[in-house]
T-cell receptor, first 112, second 115 residues
Framework: DQQVKQNSPSLSVQEGRISILNCDYT??????FLWYKKYPAEGPTFLIS?????DKNEDGRFTVFLNKSAKHLSLHIVPSQPGDSAVYFC???????????FGTGTRLTVIP | GAVVSQHPSWVICKSGTSVKIECRSL??????MFWYRQFPKQSLMLMAT?????????EQGVEKDKFLINHASLTLSTLTVTSAHPEDSSFYIC???????????FGPGTRLLVL
């Protein structure tokens, strides 16, 4: 049962434009959400996170938006750079727990 | 800061042998570490939660006698794949949760190939 879903397996964006990666979840007990970036044969690298008490968190070129009523979050990258090309995983954590539930990932390709 | 290392990065072994993978938090203490497994083109699947000084908590469907976890210190957790078989071939990734923080930091992963 996939509780965190990333329905777009891939996304291509022109350099300089905005990349929007989407994530949906089903469990209302999730209260903390994270985005990780992953290159092949490497571990995920933490990008940005958001608590369920917020609806937006921004860090440089990366902004995460959370819509609790829709159980949806998105990661915006602007401007996109070729070095952003990687697989992006959305992850969620339940209240009172430490373990993460991961989505299936979206492969982002930024075209120079 | 928040660097996690794994060793080895690659291992090839014969069927029936055991393989130990180490996960270390290099610049922080982590009471809790996690072990994940990733199959090709799939997501990371949590195998077990490792707690320093106590027994690991295994996810449903993960054989605890097959995947032995030891978390002997606040900076080291080990995963031993016992009597490895070809179906155990996979990418194993650990993560560490710094004490009093909410974000897990991941190691670079270990590619295991069982012949």
């Amino acid at each position: 049962d996939q509780q965190v879903k990333q329905n777009s397996p891939s996304l291509s964006v022109q350099e300089g434009r905005i990349s929007i990666l989407n994530c949906d979840y089903t469990n209302s007990m999730f209260d903390y959400f994270l985005w990780y970036k992953k290159y092949p044969a490497e571990g995920p690298t933490f990008l940005i996170s958001i608590s369920s008490i917020k609806d937006k968190n921004e860090d440089g070129r990366f902004t995460v938006f959370l819509n609790k009523s829709a159980k949806h979050l998105s990661l915006h990258i602007v401007p996109s750079q070729p070095g952003d090309s990687a697989v992006y995983f959305c992850a969620a954590r339940k209240t009172g727990a430490n373990n993460l539930f991961f989505g299936t990932g979206t492969r982002l390709t930024v075209i120079p | 800061g928040a660097v996690v290392s794994q060793h080895p990065s690659w291992v090839i072994c014969k069927s029936g042998t055991s393989v130990k993978i180490e996960c270390r938090s290099l610049d922080f203490q982590a009471t809790t570490m996690f072990w994940y497994r990733q199959f090709p083109k799939q997501s990371l699947m949590l195998m077990a939660t490792s707690n320093e000084g106590s027994k690991a908590t295994y996810e449903q469907g993960v054989e605890k006698d097959k995947f032995l976890i030891n978390h002997a210190s606040l900076t080291l957790s080990t995963l031993t794949v016992t009597s490895a078989h070809p179906e155990d071939s996979s990418f194993y990734i650990c993560s560490a949760l710094p004490d009093r923080e909410e974000t897990q930091y991941f190691g670079p992963g270990t590619r295991l190939l069982v012949l």
